[in-house]
């Protein structure tokens, strides 16, 4: 029988591999059953089909609908998490184009806390992504066996908070979240894995229950009241009755008395808390005079100057007895014997280059717990702000947060110069 993939080969039976392009008939039925043998064919066709681009090096994690290589680049030599979404009996496989889409979409992101893929493709038998390699647990290993203790899950869930949001604020959606897909490394900086790969719709309010779940498992039963309320407020059933968003649901987590107000994109600010007053300092404008009055001068200036030059040319065609005024001139003195004669030196014009308008610069900000941003004394939104443009120059800006100092710092943006903020912590005030 001709090869059913490439059409050129012949398979004298079911069992030999194809001697043009290296298909085995019947593999993909021992990966849809299933068992050890379905782990062993995986590998065989990722190596077949993935070997030229990537060196494998070891398996990472194995699960019914993926698995993740540990790899190497073939073009940089760089570490990379590959995964590699294989077709399972009870699910029709991913159609090629709205995985595509989705890779495309998802590798547009750019925030502290996702992991972003930078490569994708499809083969007859698989979809794959490539994203950085973070030698992390995950979330589902720490919490294995025993739970966290309250402010160490309020620090998980603001920063995935903070991914998703930042996400759901551009359309897109993490639609699976658990803790598998969360990962933490030694000093407590999380990254969430997948955001943005849902090839199928998915809303913000089922992130928003995705993540109620993931704390509830965090804690494990050590619930106060006023969480289990916010945590069933989070997962109701109808969508509309969750939170706004996933960062109104974290802030509610801390309490009555301390949650913050997130600001609103339309530009409501927050009205508890203290609120020192800060001094920037400006240079002290220039005063101006009037310009009516500037150019009334000039026009007296003229006119005074052509009525001299008149009266001057009257007197001297025997007209207005009037007499001009006298206008003294240097001596000329006639020079020595021998001197050339040097004439007058042209006059030169000197004019003042255009300014040169610089490119601008980009600053990406984020603050633990989340906070306000403000730059140059205008209100920006909620952190993480990523990418802000900016010209160049030195600005100042600004992190409020209800219950915690004021962060106040300066940055040098040069042209074309992205700086990164993003590790900032804000200090709580003691009660």
């Known amino acids: 029988m001709t090869c059913p993939r490439c059409s050129i080969g012949l398979l004298p039976d079911d069992t030999h591999r194809c001697p043009v392009c290296g298909l085995v008939p019947g593999s993909m039925a021992v990966v849809r059953a299933g068992g050890d043998a379905a782990v062993a064919a995986v590998d065989d066709i990722v190596a077949r089909e993935l070997g030229a681009q990537f060196r494998i090096e070891r398996a990472l994690k194995r699960g019914p609908a993926s698995h993740v290589f540990l790899v190497r680049d073939a073009e940089d030599g760089r570490a990379a998490a590959l995964k590699v979404i294989v077709p ?113 719709p998915v809303s913000p309010a089922a992130d928003q229950y995705a993540l109620a779940l993931v704390v509830r498992e ?61 001094l920037l300092i400006e240079p002290e404008p220039v005063p101006r005079r009037p310009r009516r009055f500037y150019r009334a001068g000039i026009a007296l200036a003229l006119a005074m100057a052509a009525g001299v030059l008149w009266l001057g040319w009257e007197k001297r065609d025997g007209g207005s007895a009037v007499p001009a005024p006298a206008i003294r001139t240097p001596p000329v003195t006639a020079p020595p014997p021998g001197d050339a004669v040097v004439a007058a030196p042209t006059p030169i014009r000197l004019t003042r280059p255009p300014a040169r308008s610089l490119a601008p610069g980009y600053l990406s900000v984020n603050a633990l717990p989340w906070a306000v941003l403000s730059v140059d004394g205008r209100l920006i939104g909620n952190t993480p702000q990523i990418k802000l443009r900016l010209p160049a120059g030195v600005h100042r800006f600004r992190l409020v947060r209800d219950g915690f100092r004021p962060y106040d710092a300066a940055v040098a943006l040069k042209s074309g110069e992205t700086v990164r903020l993003t590790s900032i912590t804000l200090d709580p005030i003691s009660q």
Do not use: K
């Open 88 to 200: 399972r009996r009870d699910m029709p496989p991913v159609p090629a184009a709205r995985f595509r889409d989705a890779a495309r979409s998802a590798a547009g992101l750019d925030h502290p806390h996702i992991v972003r893929p930078y490569r994708h493709g499809v083969t007859d038998a698989l979809r794959w992504y490539a994203m950085e390699y973070v030698p992390a647990r995950s979330l589902a290993e720490v919490i294995a066996g025993r739970p966290l203790d309250v402010s160490r899950t309020w620090h998980i869930a603001q920063q995935v908070a903070s991914a998703l949001d930042y996400a759901h604020r551009r359309g897109l959606a993490h639609g699976a979240l658990t803790p598998r897909d969360v990962l933490l490394d030694d000093g407590g900086w999380v990254r969430v894995l997948d955001v943005g790969m849902a090839p199928a």
């Open 218 to 278: 965090c804690l494990t039963g050590v619930v106060s009241p006023h969480v289990g309320e916010v945590l069933a407020r989070a997962m109701a059933p109808r969508p509309v009755d969750r939170f706004s968003g996933v960062l109104d649901f974290v802030a509610a987590l801390t309490g009555p008395e301390t949650a913050p107000r997130p600001l609103g994109f339309a530009g409501r600010a927050p009205e508890r808390g203290p609120r020192p007053r800060v």
